[in-house]
């Protein structure tokens, strides 16, 4: 799979899973929607300041996120590590802000408890086929 593939195939998911690491070393995972937007490597997810993983995610920047389609007969996955950020900048939270997100940030666009989470990859690995493969972005 090339990386366009990779990138291709990410961009068509609705669903995207993030893994964070907490406060005791243990790995854990949370579905997400679909990143709100996707510049080459990096990519943007919205979520509540108040939530658990931003709180692991400010203390620990070490990330994942995996996508995946399962069909009928085929399975493909990707998964990508790298770092995530909290990002609470107004300019940010603007330009990642979608119409009907008021439903779940009362304030709108300036509550406190929106904030975009960054994650910028640095590789990967992919199954595909009863195939996998690692590699670096």
Known sequence: MTQKEIF???????????GSVDEDGFPNMKA?????????????FTTNTSSLRVKQYQNNEKASIYFYRRGRFR???VMLRGTMRVLTDQETKNRIWRTGDTMFYKKG???????????TATDG?????LKTESFVL
């Open 125 to 129: 690995r992919y199954y595909q086929d």
């Open 32 to 44: 997400m929607l679909a990143p709100r937007e996707r510049d080459g490597t990096v990519f943007y």
């Open 75 to 77: 399975y493909t996955g």
């Open 109 to 119: 666009v300036a509550d406190p408890d929106y904030c975009v989470l960054q994650f």
């Open 8 to 18: 291709d195939f990410i961009d068509s998911q609705k669903t995207a899973f993030i």
